[in-house]
């Protein structure tokens, strides 16, 4: 199935999650990244359970805490 | 009152601007702009908007300038080494336009004066370094109804954000909480590319002057990254505002302000 991730549409698996994208992307320190899935938040505790369908548009939202 | 002479030649590529024009500077000379941190991204948004004739400008930072801040601060020069950060600002931008008036605040911003500090303003500028602080900015902000534009920068990374009351999501719709301490690193533990702070610094002074003056679309309800390595720029949609937001949500259960402990930074 095709998903788009951060912009760019990518194939993968039926009944990927998105805790298993988060891994598939290597994306760091997952545990504090927001993730919104069709501009919807994904709160936390869904994002191990949440299953991925076809279309769907994922972004990762990450914390950036420098500037000075 | 109309503008001098002296003004009509100074803000003159502004003023052939349709979109700013004679009334528009006019907004920006009568207008007040809080930044919070003189550092990195402090040091481009100050001298844009003094350049710009931004009024009023309060700038609050509690350091003093140190020879490593001198690869990204522009604000600052060699000979300001050991100056406080707001007094070696306040004296770049007296040369850069006289006639901007500038509050210069030696302190650390905290829950206890940052209502305060920021009342007396039109608009806030995050330029802070830390969690702590980006996450009292936007409780702060949201509590007294003030906007402000968000911006965070990272090695060869960066992203600004703008919240304006009512309109789309606050900073904690889409962060929560603050990172556990080490947990997400910070620019003196990761470092940065000292021309980030030119860049995303100056999307902020942008996205500063087109509040003020009513121009264009703002990043209300989105999130724009940069990524230096790529040169890739993305406008993010962000989600709408939560509606169980513990700030800004219709039955906010964050009532008083947080000094979250200070501890994103302990690579000094």
């Given at each position: 199935m095709k998903i788009t991730v951060s912009g760019q549409s990518k194939e993968y698996r039926e009944?990927?999650?998105?805790?298993?994208?988060?891994?598939?992307?290597?994306?760091e320190a997952p545990l504090y990244v927001t993730v919104s899935l069709n501009e919807k938040f994904v709160p936390n505790a869904k994002v191990a359970s949440t299953l991925l369908k076809e279309g769907d548009k994922v972004e990762f939202i990450y914390f950036m805490g420098g500037g000075r | 009152m109309g503008l001098t002479n002296e003004q009509l030649e100074r803000y003159s590529r502004h003023l052939i601007l349709k979109e700013?024009?004679?009334s528009g500077q006019k907004k920006l000379l009568a207008s007040k702009v809080l930044l919070i941190g003189a550092g990195g991204l402090g040091a481009p948004v100050a001298m844009y908007l003094a350049a710009a004739g931004?009024?009023?400008?309060g700038i609050v930072d509690d350091d003093v300038v140190d020879l490593s801040n001198l690869q990204r601060q522009i604000i600052h020069g060699t000979p300001d080494i050991g100056k406080p950060k707001v007094t070696s600002a306040k004296e770049t931008l007296h040369d850069l336009n006289p006639e901007v008036e500038v509050e210069a605040l030696q302190e650390k911003v905290n829950a206890s004066n940052i209502l305060s500090l920021i009342q007396n303003y039109d608009f806030i500028v995050d330029g802070t370094d830390n969690f702590p602080a980006k996450f009292l900015i936007n409780d702060a902000c949201v509590m007294a109804k003030k906007p402000f534009v968000h911006a965070g920068i990272i090695r060869f990374k960066g992203q600004i954000m703008t919240y304006v009351p009512g309109l789309g999501p606050c900073y904690r719709c889409v962060f929560r909480d603050p990172p556990p301490p080490e947990a997400v690193p910070t620019c003196r533990q990761a470092g940065v590319l000292?021309?980030?702070g030119g860049i995303i610094g100056s999307m902020e002074a942008l996205e500063t002057i087109k509040y003020l003056t009513g121009t264009g679309e703002l990043l209300v309800g989105y999130l724009?990254?940069?990524d230096a390595l790529t040169m890739e720029w993305r406008?993010?949609?962000?989600?709408?505002?939560r509606k169980d937001c513990a700030v800004c949500g219709s039955h906010p259960t964050l009532t008083t302000l947080i000094d979250y402990e200070e501890k994103a930074c302990a690579l000094q």
């Amino acid at each position: 199935m095709k998903i788009t991730v951060s912009g760019q549409s990518k194939e993968y698996r039926e009944g990927t999650t998105i805790k298993e994208l988060l891994e598939l992307e290597k994306v760091e320190a997952p545990l504090y990244v927001t993730v919104s899935l069709n501009e919807k938040f994904v709160p936390n505790a869904k994002v191990a359970s949440t299953l991925l369908k076809e279309g769907d548009k994922v972004e990762f939202i990450y914390f950036m805490g420098g500037g000075r | 009152m109309g503008l001098t002479n002296e003004q009509l030649e100074r803000y003159s590529r502004h003023l052939i601007l349709k979109e700013i024009g004679v009334s528009g500077q006019k907004k920006l000379l009568a207008s007040k702009v809080l930044l919070i941190g003189a550092g990195g991204l402090g040091a481009p948004v100050a001298m844009y908007l003094a350049a710009a004739g931004v009024g009023k400008i309060g700038i609050v930072d509690d350091d003093v300038v140190d020879l490593s801040n001198l690869q990204r601060q522009i604000i600052h020069g060699t000979p300001d080494i050991g100056k406080p950060k707001v007094t070696s600002a306040k004296e770049t931008l007296h040369d850069l336009n006289p006639e901007v008036e500038v509050e210069a605040l030696q302190e650390k911003v905290n829950a206890s004066n940052i209502l305060s500090l920021i009342q007396n303003y039109d608009f806030i500028v995050d330029g802070t370094d830390n969690f702590p602080a980006k996450f009292l900015i936007n409780d702060a902000c949201v509590m007294a109804k003030k906007p402000f534009v968000h911006a965070g920068i990272i090695r060869f990374k960066g992203q600004i954000m703008t919240y304006v009351p009512g309109l789309g999501p606050c900073y904690r719709c889409v962060f929560r909480d603050p990172p556990p301490p080490e947990a997400v690193p910070t620019c003196r533990q990761a470092g940065v590319l000292g021309a980030m702070g030119g860049i995303i610094g100056s999307m902020e002074a942008l996205e500063t002057i087109k509040y003020l003056t009513g121009t264009g679309e703002l990043l209300v309800g989105y999130l724009l990254t940069f990524d230096a390595l790529t040169m890739e720029w993305r406008k993010i949609k962000l989600p709408p505002a939560r509606k169980d937001c513990a700030v800004c949500g219709s039955h906010p259960t964050l009532t008083t302000l947080i000094d979250y402990e200070e501890k994103a930074c302990a690579l000094q």
